[in-house]
């Protein structure tokens, strides 16, 4: 089993910044993709952004240049650096792992599979 926990979070007055971690545990062989996501009050869940194991990043386009994302693959952990917030960037935001295989108790490779942390929230106040 996979456990993905994000810390971070919080409220920060808007223009403000704040840095999202997830640090990913369990018998991790690798890991494809950890990303970001968020849900506001209403609303589906959206891409912020992700980063491949190779670290090439990916960013909802409205975000880019205000968010970046990094990754420490030996730590199994993802960065989320925000700044220049804004109030509608308050939301619950989720960590994701993609396509991630572990070392099962036999010693042989799991199938792939798709994991969620448990989410922190993010308020900007105006």
């Known amino acids: 089993q996979v456990h993905l926990v994000e810390s971070g979070g919080g409220l920060v007055q808007a223009g403000g910044s704040l840095r999202l971690s997830c640090a990913a545990s369990g018998s991790i062989f690798s890991i494809n993709a950890m990303g970001w996501y968020r849900q506001a009050p209403g609303k589906q869940r959206e891409l912020v952004a992700a980063v491949t194991s190779g670290g090439s990043p990916n960013y909802a386009g409205s975000l880019k240049g205000r968010f970046t994302i990094s990754r420490d693959n030996a730590k199994h952990t993802v960065y989320l650096q925000m700044n220049s917030l804004k109030p509608e960037d308050t939301a619950f935001y989720y960590c994701?792992?993609?396509?991630?295989?572990?070392?099962?108790?036999?010693?042989?490779?799991?199938?792939?599979?798709?994991?969620w942390g448990q989410g922190t929230q993010v308020t900007v106040s105006s």
């Open positions: 994701n792992a993609r396509r991630v295989v572990v070392t099962t108790s036999s010693g042989a490779l799991s199938d792939e599979h798709d994991y």
